[in-house]
């Protein structure tokens, strides 16, 4: 706590991370999207929920909040602090081996340096979007994720090199929706309810059965394989509206699995990924 509050005076919105350097996961007052868009990770800000829920998006400087009561208990049981490097207007380049960090150093800008368990964390100033898997090695860490402060580390702070943004740049359009997705698909919502679903055929209790049903599985895989399960959920329950004339707010369902996969320790991005493409796995 004593290092989150030198921070949070820095400026940088910190969490506690638990045992496997993950955050704390939703509590049962926000399961389910109950206390408005955050369990989703869409936006930080306050929500009804006083606990360390949301990970990144529960990051913040308020020391009030921090050395709150219903933080305490997260604090006693922490094996390191997180920061969310978006909200302090950084990016953080993570390389986990050898390998990506000769890449990093024939082709990124040299910057402030933290050296890792494995690898380093190159910081650079400006906030982006987040993404893993750029390369080989390689993940970006900015607006939506959160990363380990292990340090001030060494160098100057350089703005955000081009190159970074063509990486996200290539991952966007690797992983955008193809045409010719399932005809029974929304917008984005947080919350699903009928008023997103005015195509769908099904009753909303069928609905709600499948998707808690579905969150269940999720939240079953602590250790491993939570991914895989996020995937598997949102293909069946898109099996299950093929024949609907849509739209039938599958992206609302979508959001509450990716929360669940969050709060067992995949990493978002990688959860919203996964949740996409079974999604549109019927297509």
Request: proline share 8%; glycine share 10%.
């Amino acid at each position: 706590m004593r290092t989150a509050l030198e921070l949070a005076r820095a400026g940088v919105p910190v969490l506690p991370l638990r045992a496997g350097k993950v955050p704390f996961g939703n509590c049962p007052a926000c399961a389910g999207s109950a206390c408005g868009g955050r369990p989703n990770m869409l936006a930080a800000g306050p929500c009804r929920c006083e606990r360390v829920c949301h990970a990144w998006a529960a990051a913040t400087t308020d020391p009030t909040v921090i050395a709150s009561p219903s933080w305490a208990w997260a604090w006693a049981r922490a094996v390191a602090v997180a920061y969310h490097p978006g909200g302090a207007g950084y990016t953080v380049v993570d390389l986990d081996d050898r390998d990506a960090i000769e890449w990093a150093r024939a082709t990124l800008p040299p910057t402030r340096v933290v050296a890792t368990t494995r690898g380093e964390h190159w910081i650079y100033r400006g906030a982006t979007r987040s993404a893993n898997h750029v390369r080989p090695g390689v993940d970006i860490k900015s607006r939506m994720a959160y990363a380990r402060w292990l340090g001030p580390g060494t160098g100057h702070t350089a703005p955000v090199p081009s190159a970074v943004r063509a990486l996200l740049d290539r991952e966007k359009q690797e992983t955008t929706r193809p045409p010719g997705g399932v005809d029974s698909s929304s917008g984005p919502q947080n919350t699903w309810t009928r008023a997103v679903a005015t195509g769908c055929r099904h009753t909303e209790r069928y609905v709600q059965t499948g998707l808690e049903r579905g969150l269940d599985i999720v939240r079953s895989h602590t250790k491993t394989g939570a991914g895989s399960s996020a995937y598997g959920v949102a293909a069946f329950l898109a099996k299950q509206h093929t024949r609907c004339p849509g739209p039938c707010g599958l992206d609302a369902l979508g959001e509450d699995i990716v929360s669940a996969a969050v709060t067992v320790g995949v990493p978002e991005p990688y959860a919203r990924r996964a949740v996409r493409n079974g999604l549109h796995a019927s297509a």
